[in-house]
């Protein structure tokens, strides 16, 4: 079905991994393709709860765009959506996720992790945004999720040097969620996993709408959002699951009408 990508399903939880090891999982327009088909088709699946994105291989994780295809861009292309859209539509996604760094993460590829919920990444990966080498900026969204992640100095230094950064790096600074070694990324995961599955998923849903709808308004405004959305939740059959679960001490069933 896919060339350069590959996806699995097991229950709530998919996987997307870019396969094209031969250019360390660079970006052409083939691959952008096939990843926005993947990933219109996984956010239809109302029983998903959380979307795993990696790259094949030990090397990289996406190290950017493809570089003789982006050669050959003109002024006007740069105008279109493409992927500053595909990635706004993973950070407003209705599913959790999670970006797994196995490897290089490098302009287009560092704000693919960025525009997810949750980044793992190996302590030896590189991650930065390195385009000005190339005479063009980031333009999918990294100057301003980067510097929102992790402040204007930081950001600043990373963009207009082209500084990389590795994985331990990245943690202490806020633009990685955890770095473990490479052969601790799968237990790592796991444990995201299964702490993500142990909520109720309307919280996920909605606790994940209000941050994200919320960081970019007034704090008024945003506190609205955030009482609105538990308004939804008080009248949820999750919520009278989650509070009797609590009463009675045990663990809460979000999953048995599945």
Same mark, same amino acid.
């Given at each position: 079905?896919?060339?350069?990508?590959?996806?699995?399903?097991?229950?709530?939880?998919?996987?997307?991994?870019?396969?094209?090891?031969?250019?360390?999982?660079?970006?052409?327009?083939?691959?952008?393709?096939?990843?926005?088909?993947?990933?219109?088709?996984?956010?239809?699946?109302?029983?998903?709860?959380?979307?795993?994105?990696?790259?094949?291989?030990?090397?990289?994780?996406?190290?950017?765009?493809?570089?003789?295809?982006?050669?050959?861009?003109?002024?006007?292309?740069?105008?279109?959506?493409?992927?500053?859209?595909?990635?706004?539509?993973?950070?407003?996604?209705?599913?959790?996720?999670?970006?797994?760094?196995?490897?290089?993460?490098?302009?287009?590829?560092? &704000? *693919?992790?960025?525009?997810? +919920?949750?980044? #793992?990444? $190996?302590?030896?990966? @590189?991650?930065? !945004?390195?385009?000005?080498?190339?005479?063009?900026?980031?333009?999918?969204?990294?100057?301003?999720?980067?510097?929102?992640?992790?402040?204007?100095?930081?950001?600043?230094?990373?963009?207009?040097?082209?500084?990389?950064?590795?994985?331990?790096?990245?943690?202490?600074?806020?633009?990685?969620?955890?770095?473990?070694?490479?052969? &601790? *990324?799968?237990?790592?995961? +796991?444990?995201? #996993?299964? $702490?993500?599955?142990? @909520?109720?998923? !309307?919280?996920?849903?909605?606790?994940?709408?209000?941050?994200?709808?919320?960081?970019?308004?007034?704090?008024?405004?945003?506190?609205?959002?955030?009482?609105?959305?538990?308004?939804?939740?008080?009248?949820?059959?999750?919520?009278?699951?989650?509070?009797?679960?609590?009463?009675?001490?045990?663990?809460?069933?979000?999953?048995? &009408? *599945?």
């Amino acid at each position: 079905m896919f060339q350069h990508i590959k996806v699995e399903r097991n229950k709530y939880v998919a996987t997307i991994m870019i396969d094209r090891q031969e250019v360390r999982n660079a970006l052409n327009k083939k691959t952008i393709e096939e990843l926005q088909k993947a990933l219109y088709e996984l956010e239809q699946d109302e029983h998903l709860r959380i979307i795993v994105i990696t790259g094949a291989g030990s090397k990289a994780f996406v190290a950017g765009a493809d570089i003789t295809e982006l050669h050959e861009r003109t002024m006007l292309e740069a105008l279109m959506p493409g992927l500053q859209k595909m990635y706004q539509e993973i950070e407003q996604s209705n599913k959790v996720t999670i970006a797994v760094i196995n490897g290089h993460a490098l302009g287009g590829g560092c &704000e *693919l992790a960025l525009a997810c +919920d949750i980044r #793992i990444a $190996s302590t030896q990966a @590189k991650i930065g !945004l390195p385009e000005l080498n190339l005479g063009i900026i980031p333009g999918a969204g990294g100057t301003q999720r980067l510097t929102r992640m992790i402040g204007k100095g930081r950001a600043l230094e990373m963009i207009l040097t082209g500084k990389l950064v590795d994985g331990a790096e990245a943690e202490r600074i806020g633009l990685v969620t955890k770095a473990v070694d490479v052969s &601790e *990324l799968k237990s790592e995961l +796991d444990g995201f #996993i299964n $702490s993500l599955l142990s @909520k109720g998923p !309307l919280a996920l849903k909605l606790a994940k709408m209000v941050v994200n709808q919320g960081q970019d308004t007034d704090f008024h405004t945003a506190s609205m959002l955030e009482k609105f959305a538990q308004t939804i939740l008080f009248s949820s059959e999750e919520k009278h699951e989650g509070t009797k679960a609590f009463l009675e001490k045990r663990k809460p069933n979000y999953y048995k &009408e *599945l």
